[in-house]
């Protein structure tokens, strides 16, 4: 089993619609979480921390749920421009090896 | 801004060549780290260093090497280049809160 596992997709939605992702981890110590965004070709960039309480940042909502060992991103009102890859990270905290990145879910959005 | 740079965004090398990938970053970050992304296996490590002279081997560290004999500065050395390390090569930084920065990346091909 992966340590860290996501849909890869690709998620095809219509722009204005709302999109949500799960990403499930396998270590229960892991201690931080964060959703990176991927464009065609391009570096990956940090979107969002994921904090335990929820978080939100205009459209993007990012959730932690510890007993059931997954982290989700909510995309509200979707763009085109939202078009990209989102990728799932986890820490392990003593580490800087445990940087552990999912494989990425695609997401196209249509006009 | 973070800004890393990686020093080539194409390169082409000969099967046997040795290759060498540099890396900079100018926000005084402890830790650097090397890893390749290739369709459908998603990011893997190669590499970190969290200090200067410092490295630690990452998930696929065979046919690679690294140096960090300053703190700005991570290069990956491929001693001799084979076709397998066909790939998207990314540099990232981190301070001590695990966010990663990254570089443009550098796709190399081995011929």
């Known amino acids: 089993r992966k340590e860290v596992e996501q849909d890869p997709g690709p998620f095809n939605v219509p722009e204005g619609a709302t999109v949500a992702f799960n990403c499930t981890y396998s270590?229960?110590?892991?201690?931080?979480f964060f959703w990176y965004r991927q464009d065609c070709r391009k570096e990956p960039k940090l979107l969002m921390s994921v904090y335990s309480s929820g978080n939100e940042d205009g459209r993007f909502t990012a959730q932690l749920n510890r007993a059931s060992q997954y982290i989700s991103l909510l995309i509200r009102d979707s763009k085109l421009s939202d078009s990209a890859t989102y990728l799932c990270?986890?820490?392990?905290?003593?580490?800087?090896?445990?940087?552990?990145f999912g494989s990425g879910t695609r997401l196209s959005i249509r006009p | 801004d973070v800004k890393v740079t990686q020093s080539s965004r194409y390169l082409v090398k000969r099967t046997g060549e040795k290759v060498f990938l540099e890396c900079v970053q100018d926000m005084d970050h402890e830790n650097m780290f090397w890893y390749r992304q290739d369709p459908g296996l998603g990011l893997r490590l190669i590499y970190f260093?969290?200090?200067?002279?410092?490295?630690e081997k990452g998930d696929i560290p065979e046919g690679y090497s690294v140096s960090r004999e300053k703190k700005e500065r991570f290069s990956l050395i491929l001693e001799s280049a084979s076709t397998n390390q066909t790939s998207m090569y990314l540099c990232?930084?981190?301070?001590?809160?695990?966010?990663?920065?990254f570089g443009s990346g550098t796709q190399l091909s081995v011929l």
């Open positions: 270590n229960s110590a892991s201690q931080s």
């Open positions: 990232a930084s981190s301070p001590l809160d695990e966010k990663l920065f």
């Open positions: 260093s969290y200090d200067v002279k410092m490295k």
């Open positions: 990270v986890v820490t392990g905290g003593s580490s800087a090896s445990k940087i552990i």
